[in-house]
């Protein structure tokens, strides 16, 4: 899935927010990087949990798709896998568009 073409359709009348929205993935992207670094799988089931949620309702579907492969991995302690998924989502971060739907 890298180098894909990330298109994500935003409600209209969420486009206010979605600078904030936008800003606190990366602080997720931050506490990822983190978590995995000092194996705190706690805090990173936390972020899964959240990740599970309100990105979906932004229209942030693959976000929400990393985050349930994140929480298989959590359950597998599989640093590999949860940096492959810090990987994949900065990569979406950095490549994404946004279109706001009229």
Do not use: C
Not at 35 to 57: A, C, M, N, V
Not at 65 to 74: K, V
């Amino acid at each position: 899935m890298e180098n894909q073409n990330w298109v994500v359709n935003v409600e209209r009348v969420l486009e206010p927010v979605l600078p904030t929205f936008i800003e606190m993935r990366w602080k997720d992207l931050e506490k990822l990087r983190s978590g995995i670094e000092f194996s705190d799988y706690h805090s990173l089931k936390k972020l899964s949990h959240r990740l599970l949620g309100t990105p979906g309702s932004f229209g942030y579907h693959y976000i929400v798709e990393l985050a349930r492969e994140m929480d298989s991995a959590i359950e597998r302690k599989d640093k590999l896998t949860l940096n492959q998924i810090a990987y994949k989502y900065e990569n979406f971060m950095n490549t994404h568009q946004v279109k706001i739907k009229k």
